[in-house]
């Protein structure tokens, strides 16, 4: 690792600015608030923070339709605000990460309010407009990502429809214009020239099209399909990324994370490899695939430990040398990690999510703890479709009741799957407002917040807090998680994920249990000696019973061994 390669180390946590902390009683998270909460993430010991949007936007995707890449919302506070946040988090040596979204921006944004209006404006081709088909209908099938009918939308002053992948307000850019990728450069230089200190690319693999806009094959009359034919991945797509880090990320010291959907191993080199010059890494979406159902992801299949493991392992093996992992059970757009992959029953809750944070950050890559991780906060469970905020949400409620879904069925999805789940206010305290807000918060609060809350967790030297303490600690001290060579143990296990971790004579060895009961897990002969060597790191107070070369595992027990001489 070069001392360029810092964010090899890093641990990343990840804010979602409305529901983090409120400072002006607004009952929306705020840059403010932000402020006040930096001594709390330094002590908890991260490196990084990687900030939701906090740009001016109508809030349709709740900042990820951006009408102003230079002004703040105004939610959220003032430029004043975010300089002085910068400063304070850099005087902290916490880094600042901004997420931004390069695929599309807001109908609201000053150059679609100017494309629309004719096609030989100035940004008449900063989006992607065709004409409709000879009966007037959209130029193909392709159906929104968010659900609620077409991805393009008809605007009679051009006589041409525009696509949107994501909301209807939110047009895809088009970056087969020089001119506009330009422009989309500069506002990254913007913030860089600020000091931030990299970047997440919001669906940067979309932002490619194919020139022909096929249609999606095997789509019955009248409905709509995937997008992703033309739009994942696309033609260009290597050759943009290229020019973005030769124009602007190279001549910056930051780390780039790239959100890459519907991405394979074999593409993801092509995006990671230090030699292209493309992103440091990729968030991959295999492991957050293994659930998906007839619905996609809102589905209330179980997620098997087998392709829970076999994607993480593939990505392991796959990447090594050629690249470089991003690690993440969860985020803003996902549900809750431990009612996922875990336990949220009271008894079983920290054990399990204890478990999941010590299969991820042994593994090779950057770490990404998302807010309320670190004090095990669940998904909600909303009793009504107005409860949800999430417009996503409310389209698949829709499409799910319109195709004679019972209502209870249809909540039932949402409170497995829906981003809401992720996005209900950090819990800092039992008070009124969970110490997020004074006021009425934007988005309900998770009624468990008494129990569950960063004051509880603090006052207890046992809590997932302080085990996610030391497993950052774990991350910055010891060379062998950041540059050791990984291997599973046991792939055929069926409720056990192992694996060793090795470099230079040290060998870990991580033994998580993904089971609700007590199960044997048999040592491999070759690493006995790593077995009955030290306990680096341990779930339960005690280390598990053992026989020989078995050991047997209580309910989503972990413990990692290390052995010198191994």
Known sequence: MTSDEWWKKAVVYQIYPQSFQDSDGDGIGDIGGIRQRLPYLKDLGIDVIWLNPIYKSPMVDNGYDIADYREVAPEYGTMADFDLMLKEAHELGIKIMMDMVLAVTSDEHKWFKESRQSRTNPSADYYIWRDPKPDGSAPNNWGSIFGGGSAWEYVPERKQYYLHIFATKQPDLNWENEELRQKLYAEMRFWLDKGVDGFRLDS???????????DTPDVPAGQFGSPYIGVSNGPRLHEFLQ???????SQYDVITVGEATRTSLEQAKLYSDPSRHEVNMVFQFDHMHVDYGQYGRYSNVHPKLSDVRSAMANWQYGLDGHGWNSLYWDNHDQPRLVSRFGNDAPAMRELSAKMLATALHFQQGTPFVYEGD???MTNVHFNSIEQYQDVEAHNMYRQFTEMGMPSDEALQLLNLKSRDNARTPMQWSNEAGAGFTNGQPW?????????INVDESLSRPDSLWH?????????????????GSFELVAPDDSEVFSYTRTS????????????SQNVRFQVPEALRAVSDAAVLIQNYPDSPPSVGDMLYLRPYEAIVFSSDNA
Do not use: W
Not at 504 to 515: D, E, H, I, W, Y
């Open 204 to 214: 940067i693999s979309l932002i490619s099209k194919r020139q022909d806009f096929p």
């Open 243 to 249: 020019e973005m880090n030769r124009e602007v990320l």
């Open 374 to 376: 670190e004090i095990g």
């Open 443 to 451: 988005l309900e609060l998770n009624p468990n917040y008494h129990d």
């Open 467 to 483: 085990y996610y303490q030391q497993l950052i600690h774990l991350r910055h001290t010891m060379p062998i998680l950041t540059d």
């Open 504 to 515: 230079n004579g040290q060998t870990l060895l991580v033994v998580c249990s993904f089971a």
